[in-house]
């Protein structure tokens, strides 16, 4: 899994989190003792309740990510959430304010906001069509088309290698 200690590593695990395996979209959270251990281990508290908003959150932020919705049906996830300030050493820092078991979906969603305001573009679909993952791209040239080039890079070369071949 990808570090999830940021909320954008975070928010790539819960996109990433329904890989399709051998044609069947599988779920990582459908093993629930596993799920909360890895809310718990990305900040969160681990409980039932916080796992059902992260799952409800999670295909919603998948089709806005896929261009399928409108970001605006975030806008129930965030609502009634506030960010307090506070003074230390003259410098302001920003807390987030919201129902605790709320908390790691609304940073998913805040996430993917940073993610979409300063790097457009950058989060974005596996090229592969057959392949239902997410990649997050920070190199300079902005070239990546894979969820990772081990696999569905060379997958794709591979079935272009042979459709080459067939055509020819
Ligand atoms: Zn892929």
């Known amino acids: 899994m990808t570090d999830t200690t940021s909320d954008e590593g975070f928010l790539l695990a819960v996109l990433n989190s329904t890989p399709v395996i051998g044609g069947v979209q599988a779920d990582e959270f459908d093993d629930t003792a596993r799920a909360r251990v890895r809310l718990a281990s990305a900040g969160g508290l681990g409980t039932e309740v916080e796992l059902r908003h992260v799952r409800e959150i999670r295909p919603l932020l998948q089709a806005v990510v896929r261009g399928e919705l409108s970001p605006d049906v975030l806008a129930p996830a ?7 300030p506070a003074m230390t050493g003259g410098q302001i820092t920003w807390t987030l304010s919201v129902p605790p078991e709320r908390e790691l979906a609304v940073r998913a969603v805040l996430a ?17 069509d057959e392949c ?13 088309r894979w969820c990772s080039m081990a696999v569905c890079g060379n997958r794709m070369k591979a079935r272009r290698h ?7």
């Open 78 to 84: 965030l609502r009634g959430v506030t960010r307090v």
């Open 112 to 128: 993917w906001h940073e993610l979409a305001r300063n790097n457009p573009g950058r989060l974005r679909p596996c090229a592969n």
């Open 132 to 144: 239902r993952l997410f990649l997050i791209d920070h190199s300079k040239a902005n070239a990546a």
């Open 162 to 168: 042979y459709q080459r071949i067939r055509t020819s």
